[in-house]
Nanobody, 128 residues
Framework: QVQLVESGGGSVQAGGSLRLSCGAFGYTVSDSCMAWFRQTPVKEREEVAIIDSDGATTYADSVKGRFTISRDNAKNTLYLQMNSLKPEDTAKYYC??????????????????????WGQGTQVTVSS
């Protein structure tokens, strides 16, 4: 049984940093397409960052230069380092995983639909 378990969320002031972790159980992250998404009650789910099996990364324009996605294959864990946080980064953050070919899907909306494994999410709240 595959489980993705996020942690590291919390409340910070604008300009602060957080590091999210996503531990994978029953699933190997090293040869997978992994991603972080976020969602609020009033906004659609948004892809924040993805990392493919070769380590290539893609970021949403809204987080470029502030967020870094990475993977520790030995720990079978995905990370999202978030710096210079803004109030508009407030959301529930989810990690997702699936086969490496999902990362080759160029359409973001279609790519999101192709992720088959999701965590339960971790809340990030940024105050001004």
């Amino acid at each position: 049984q595959v489980q993705l378990v996020e942690s590291g969320g919390g409340s910070v002031q604008a300009g602060g940093s957080l590091r999210l972790s996503c531990g994978a159980f029953g699933y190997t992250v090293s040869d997978s397409c992994m991603a972080w998404f976020r969602q609020t009650p009033v906004k659609e789910r948004e892809e924040v960052a993805i990392i493919d099996s070769d380590g290539a990364t893609t970021y949403a324009d809204s987080v470029k230069g502030r967020f870094t996605i990475s993977r520790d294959n030995a720990k079978n864990t995905l990370y999202l380092q978030m710096n210079s946080l803004k109030p508009e980064d407030t959301a529930k953050y989810y990690c997702a995983a699936d086969s490496m070919w999902v990362c080759q899907t160029t359409n973001r909306a279609l790519r999101a639909l192709r992720f088959g494994y999701w965590g339960q999410g971790t809340q990030v709240t940024v105050s001004s």
